[in-house]
């Protein structure tokens, strides 16, 4: 008596044997794919499919799977494994079972990439390594510019100014290599002050540059807080680690004891604060709650007593991720009826007020803040040269065209056409190249 389950469309053949339709699931088995050991017989003989005898010897290897109980089709004849039926069974036509089977999950999207250390700062440089590279040529072409004396400026610049620092680095070993000299001083009297001065900075590695800047903002009496404030704020906690190092080993004293011997009062804190590189990483989620009570705690420690506590300002200021800061200054809008920067202002003065709010308007917008940079280094009569190359060297490899687009919105005319008002020559030149024009 032939048996027939009219719920799932399952039946026993009979004579003449007809095979089940393709992608009718067996009750037992995941919807659309086959059974264990499906389409081989028992070890000892017994059935193929459900009630039909099948002899062993009958029996193919199990290369591909049609209906239940009826015999595989040849491998070479099997089309290739789709997700519409089952195991190696596309159906040639739409898909005929009760329920269209459910379709393989799309790929996880593929993780953000990991941010290197130097890399907080995102934006487009100007400044970009050039392709197909070749130390040995450039450093030749650099020995033959510097043979030529003053006239070789121009070309010297022309290789240098389109070449990545770590590129730079290569040159200047490979043509210690071939002369046994330093570059550095080789260079040294065939271009002008502010020349070389550009060009000096461009062949330093990026620590060694920042340690240099901040030795000539220390050396003699006194010390430029305006160079010491804008490298030690805008560095992120890896590179002032490196800067640290790098110091140690051209100045053969620790930093921070400079610093130390240097600076003054709470100023003097608020830099050997962030000296100690513990600023939470860019990349690092905002905590909100955390925001929001950093703000409160700022408020309480300034607008909200009598006096300043200025060890809670530098708590905060120090260590929070630039993006956490971005967000307590948000939230303190809301508790207060002066911005941030209003209230320091309010509770501060001299070098601190000085350091606190670069911290600040880094914090809201780093790419203005650079731009007011370069901006005051040209401003009125004179240039101040110092700042001008520092800043330009510095950020034409990370973010320049952010820059730029700052400069252009802020003070309604190009970078470019203020350095060629201000600067002349091959310095001119050379800042003009760094910066993309």
């Known amino acids: 008596m032939a048996y027939q389950n009219v719920n799932q469309g399952y039946a026993a053949p009979g004579a003449p ?20 050991q499906y389409g081989l017989p028992p070890a000892t003989g017994g059935y193929g499919s459900y009630g039909v005898p099948q002899p062993v010897q009958q029996q193919p290897a199990a290369v591909g799977f049609g209906g239940y109980g009826a015999p595989p089709a040849p491998q070479q004849q099997q089309p290739p494994f789709s997700t519409h039926g089952g195991v190696g069974a ?20 593929p993780k953000p990439a990991k941010f290197k250390p130097g890399d907080e700062i995102m934006g487009h440089p100007t400044c ?30 022309n290789i240098i100014a389109y070449r990545s620092t770590e ?9 210690k290599t071939m002369t046994g000299r330093d570059m550095m001083e ?25 340690a240099h800047y901040l030795y000539k903002a220390m050396k003699g009496r006194g010390y430029d807080e305006d160079a010491l404030i804008e490298v030690i704020v805008s560095r992120s906690s890896e590179q002032l680690k490196a800067v640290k190092a790098a110091y140690k080993r051209a100045y053969e004293v620790d930093l921070e004891d400079e610093v130390l011997r240097e600076a003054r009062g709470s100023f003097k804190k608020l830099l050997i604060g962030l000296l100690q590189a513990n600023r939470t990483p860019w990349e690092t989620e ?33 260590v929070r991720s630039v993006p956490q800061l971005r967000c307590i200054f948000q939230e303190y809008d809301k508790i207060c009826k002066y911005t941030i920067e209003q209230s320091c202002k309010r509770e501060m003065s001299g070098n601190l007020l000085k350091g606190v709010r670069t911290i600040i308007r880094f914090a809201e917008d780093h790419h203005l803040y650079f731009a007011t940079v370069l901006y005051k280094s040209m401003k009125g009569l004179g240039t101040d040269d110092r700042q001008l ?45 760094l910066i993309g024009e």
Not at 17 to 36: D, R, S
Not at 100 to 108: F, K, L, S, T
Not at 189 to 210: I, P, Q
């Open 186 to 210: 080789d260079i040294r009297g065939m271009l002008h002050m502010n020349t070389h001065r550009v060009v000096a900075a461009m062949m330093r590695a990026e620590d060694e540059r920042d």
């Open 389 to 433: 190359v520092r800043t330009v060297v510095s950020r034409c490899e990370y973010d320049m065209v952010e820059i730029k687009q700052a400069f252009q919105r802020k003070y309604g005319k190009p970078l470019s056409k203020m350095i060629r008002g201000d600067c002349s020559g091959d310095y001119k030149e050379c800042l003009l190249r």
């Open 17 to 36: 044997y007809i095979a089940p339709q393709y992608g009718v699931p067996h009750p037992a088995a995941p919807y659309g794919g086959p059974p264990q």
């Open 167 to 175: 590129q730079r680095q290569k040159i200047r070993g490979f043509y």
């Open 128 to 157: 970009k390594p050039v392709r197909n590279f070749d130390e040995e040529a450039d450093a030749t072409a650099v020995r033959t510019a510097i043979k030529e004396g003053s006239n070789g400026a121009a070309g010297l610049i």
């Open 286 to 318: 905002v905590d909100m709650a955390k925001c929001r009570k950093d703000a409160k705690d700022l408020y309480d420690a300034g607008e909200g007593k009598w006096g300043t506590e200025t060890s809670v300002f530098r708590r905060i200021l120090c």
């Open 90 to 109: 596309p159906p040639p036509q739409a898909y005929q079972g009760r329920t269209q089977p459910a379709q393989a999950p799309a790929p996880a999207a």
